[in-house]
């Protein structure tokens, strides 16, 4: 079965840190783009972040620049997304999703997916 699964979510305080993955599992996620996605309760689902197939390109929301790093580890079939500094509007579920592209180098937070992840809650609470 071919599906991305999400680890790594929990509750942080403010300021903290936090590491999510993004794995894949019965198929190889070299070749394609991965995007980190985030919803909170009574909002719409936003992107958060993506990286491309080869790991040159990524984009990231501007609520996160500077905080969230997104990187990816091809032999490992996995794709992290490091969460620094926190906030209490981080609070939300994560989800990771894939989907490829013809050019190797190019990642998008909108458009159509063919794998979603499960999610990971993340909770930024003191």
């Known amino acids: 079965q071919m599906q991305l699964v999400e680890s790594g ?3 942080v305080q403010p300021g903290g840190s936090l590491r999510l993955s993004c794995a894949a599992a019965g198929f190889t996620l070299d ?8 919803q909170a309760p ?3 689902r936003e992107g958060v972040s993506c990286i491309s197939a080869n790991g040159g ?6 609520s996160v620049k500077g905080r969230f ?7 490992k079939k996995t794709v992290f997304l490091q ?3 926190l906030k209490p509007e981080d609070t939300a579920v994560y989800y990771c999703a894939a989907v ?3 050019f190797q180098a190019m990642c998008r937070m909108t ?3 063919l794998y979603w992840g499960q999610g990971t809650q993340v909770t930024v609470s003191s």
């Open 83 to 85: 969460m620094n500094s």
């Open 9 to 11: 979510g929990g509750l």
């Open 31 to 38: 070749s394609y783009a991965v995007a980190w996605f985030r």
């Open 100 to 102: 490829r592209y013809v």
């Open 57 to 62: 390109s990524t984009n990231y929301a501007d």
């Open 111 to 113: 458009g159509e997916f």
């Open 42 to 44: 009574g909002k719409e």
């Open 69 to 75: 790093t997104i990187s990816r580890d091809n032999a």
